[in-house]
């Protein structure tokens, strides 16, 4: 299934920088299975972003949001 993450960062520090507020939006083609991988490590990782963000030194508050994209039906 197509699905559209959206990740919201604020207070972030990259590399010496400080940020404010980042947003990044994606689409990616996705199981359920990988949705629900996606989501219990996004809940039960302490560093789940700094872990996996090169040059990401400190994050203040974050949020994932996963949303499903409606494909259009076939006319």
């Known amino acids: 299934m197509k699905v559209k993450f959206t990740l919201n960062m604020e207070n972030l520090t990259v590399d010496e920088t400080h940020i404010d507020r980042l947003s990044i939006s994606w689409t990616n083609e996705v199981t359920e299975e990988e949705v629900l991988s996606m989501s ?32 259009p039906s076939p006319n």
């Open 40 to 71: 219990g490590q996004w809940i039960s990782t302490q560093n789940f972003l700094t872990q996996r963000m090169i040059g990401l030194k400190k994050v203040g508050e974050s949020s994932l949001t996963i949303e499903p994209i409606e494909e």
